[in-house]
């Protein structure tokens, strides 16, 4: 029994050697292949530099604002009678945008405007009368100063009514709806917003050592991240007449068509203004740099 499990050990122990013996052999030949492998060559091109002139440009971030850009609000108080837009409609010159109830006025107007028609009456029969010399001048006086007062109270009451029908003041693109039917406003209370988009403002600073560079009819190009691809053009139309005493920047100010709108009030975008002088310099490919 102790033979067998003796020659059993010995068997095991020499297995075992021959195993760690061919590993260690084949550890080897992988060491000496790493230690002679060599990386392949490196593909290497050439490019002849060669010095360029190139067009030299004022670059700043600037900001798209409306010509014209308001929010349009109650100018009495008044209950909503009826709205006549809907959220992101276009409309024009005087559009009809929201009427707020105006009943009470409109039966006060009549009855100012039947005040109107007796103290015209009134008027006409005292300057008849003045003319056959029946009455005194100070009675003609008073009819005529009657009948003035009451035409000012029918075009006040006229003028109350108008004031509660908002139309658009000018052209442009309406915001998000504000107002409900039925809702009563106090005056100030906004309703909709109005912007008008083509064209269109840009506005950005320019440092005052180039501010010589900015006038009026100067090219500008108008890029932004929301629009890849896209550039609009413009020209120079206004330049602030003072300087920020803090950044030494005078704000300057771009129009640009915007026909379909793309450009909206509030957006960052990137303004390059080209320079009268040019740069000599010496381009190289942008992989060149490691």
Excluded: C
């Amino acid at each position: 029994m102790k033979k067998r499990m003796f020659f059993m050990l010995v068997a095991v122990i020499g297995f075992l050697a021959i195993i760690g013996f061919v590993k260690f052999k084949q550890i080897q030949g992988a060491i000496a292949q790493g230690k002679a492998w060599t990386p392949p060559p490196e593909a290497v091109t050439t490019v002849v530099a060669a010095q360029e002139t190139w067009t030299d440009t004022s670059s700043a971030v600037g900001t798209v604002t409306a010509v014209n850009g308001v929010t349009l609000t109650a100018d009495l108080a008044g209950i909503v009678e009826s709205i006549a837009f809907e959220s992101g409609q276009s409309v024009d010159k005087g559009d009809l945008i929201a009427h707020l109830d105006t009943r009470q006025e409109e039966a006060a107007l009549v009855s100012a405007e039947a005040k109107r028609e007796l103290d015209r009456a009134n008027f006409e029969r005292a300057k008849d009368l003045l003319a056959q010399k029946v009455i005194a001048q100070a009675d003609y006086d008073a009819a005529a100063a009657a009948y003035d007062q009451s035409k000012a109270a029918v075009v006040g009451i006229q003028a109350t009514i108008a004031r509660k029908t908002l139309r658009a003041p000018f052209a442009g693109v309406l915001g998000i709806r504000q107002i409900n039917l039925g809702q009563y406003m106090n005056g100030g209370d906004p309703i909709v917003s109005l912007q008008s988009l083509d064209p269109i403002y840009v506005n950005f600073g320019t440092p005052q050592q180039q501010l010589e560079h900015m006038k009026r009819g100067v090219p500008v190009s108008i890029t932004t991240d929301v629009l890849p691809g896209a550039a609009f053009k413009g020209k120079i139309t206004a330049v602030d007449s003072v300087v920020d005493p803090a950044t030494r920047n005078a704000h300057v100010q771009a129009t640009l068509p915007n026909p379909e709108g793309k450009l909206k009030p509030g957006m960052f975008v990137r303004a390059e203004v080209e320079l009268p002088h040019d740069r000599e310099v010496v381009p190289i490919p942008a992989s060149a740099i490691s």
